[in-house]
């Protein structure tokens, strides 16, 4: 059997992509412990330096279950908070603490993500199923409010608030009844500055219908998406949607009347919803078969949907997965109980601890640790 001698400082290229990628080529089976450089492989020392306050010990403390999908952090402009199941922790940055609050957020492990809709000291908080308000006092349901509305999608961008997959026709007043699109493909856009959708949310339809009839919301039926599962901001003009049959951005246009311009990115669908990560112009997602991409800008400044791989350790890695961008860094972890890939424009490696996310404190961005259910042999 023909054998190589590679010394690790060649290994520049951290893991293989796909099984057919060969040491000779500069790629690792395995690659525990490192991250990639232009240099070559580095030891990681960026997940280091986590505060005391979220250390493995001081979360057991609390009592927290360590494990995905459990740990979710939000933050907003106002708040940050950290939240175990269903009970819900305020993060005091000066004493790097955690307090328990008396508010409970519903926990349901198909939707275990909560995103925020920011308007300052009140915030909706949104998993794709329930949505809760919050304004520095209470934190209130608003599924009377919405009718019975449940929907996949939610982002704050173009300036307005943008919902999408919508399972029932409910969810705003009579005024709307004609549009009999409001399905899990369709989008709805508020006006500037959102207005609408907290009358909508506050149980009072009369912005809405100002709205409609002026034609400063709307909505738009996606048809080569098939169920939109996510929404996020790509850069202040354009939106990405996320569907279970493919992915397009979204760009607003204002004549003859206010739409959005559809184009497509990618005809690949979606893996599920925690399979989607990343922040503005660095985003991520794994495919329904087990294929890591990257969405952003080419070098010509064309939004593209590009193919990493790392099917083999996607497939052994189970469907708890959580996707979190480190902006200071520039890594992406793609987190599960049994490892973390760790993600650059570099290359590929492996972290033996589970990234549940960063909390921004004190000027930094501080990864949340623990440890996993299974380490594999570190090389």
């Known amino acids: ?44 020392d960026n997940l280091d330096g986590i505060f005391e306050a979220f250390n493995e010990g001081a979360l057991y403390e609390y009592g927290f279950a360590q494990c995905l999908p459990y740990i979710n952090i939000i933050v907003s402009s106002y708040y940050k908070f950290l939240v175990n199941f269903s009970t819900v922790w305020t993060i005091d940055e000066e004493s790097e603490t955690l307090v ?29 199923y329930d949505m809760y308000k919050y304004d520095g006092t ?11 509305i449940i929907c996949s999608g939610s982002c704050q961008a173009l300036g307005r608030v943008i919902l999408g997959g919508f399972s029932n026709d409910a969810y705003l007043t009579d005024v709307t009844k004609p549009v ?11 006006s500037i500055g959102g207005k609408d959708f907290v009358s909508q949310v506050t149980s009072s339809g009369a912005e809405v219908e100002e709205g409609m009839l002026s034609q400063e919301m709307g909505f738009l039926k996606c048809n080569i998406l098939g169920s939109i599962i996510d929404i996020r901001e790509l850069d202040p003009a354009t939106v990405v ?50 294929e890591i991409y990257l969405i952003g800008y080419d070098d010509f400044g064309n939004i593209t949907s590009s193919k990493i791989g790392g099917q083999e350790y996607i497939e052994e890695m189970g469907d708890d997965i959580k996707i979190t961008y480190n902006e200071e860094e ?50």
């Open 100 to 128: 328990k609050t008396m508010f409970v957020l519903p926990f349901n492990p198909e939707y275990p993500e909560w995103k925020v809709i920011d308007f300052g000291e009140t915030i909706y908080l949104h998993n794709g």
């Open 138 to 148: 209470d934190m209130v349901s608003c599924n009377t409010d919405l009718q019975g």
């Open 1 to 44: 059997m023909r054998q190589y001698a590679v010394a690790l400082k060649n290994m520049a290229k951290g893991l293989r992509i796909n099984k057919y990628s060969y040491l000779d080529m500069g790629f690792l089976s395995k690659a525990f412990g490192y991250r990639v450089s232009p240099w070559g492989l580095i030891p990681i």
């Open 241 to 290: 949607v996320y569907g279970t049959n493919g992915i397009a951005y979204y760009r607003q246009i204002t004549e003859p009347v206010v739409t959005l311009s559809e184009s497509v990115i990618s005809k690949i669908g979606v893996k599920n919803r925690t399979c989607i990560g990343g922040y503005r112009a660095n985003q991520l997602f794994i495919s329904k078969s087990n």
């Open 330 to 379: 520039g890594d992406f972890y793609i987190a599960s109980n049994q490892y973390t890939l760790v993600l650059n424009k570099e290359g590929l490696t492996q972290f033996d601890k589970v990234v549940h996310g960063v909390v921004p404190l004190k000027g930094r961005l501080v990864p949340l640790l623990t440890k996993t259910n299974k380490i594999g042999d570190q090389s």
């Open 180 to 190: 009999s699109f409001l399905d899990e493909g369709c989008l709805w856009w508020s």
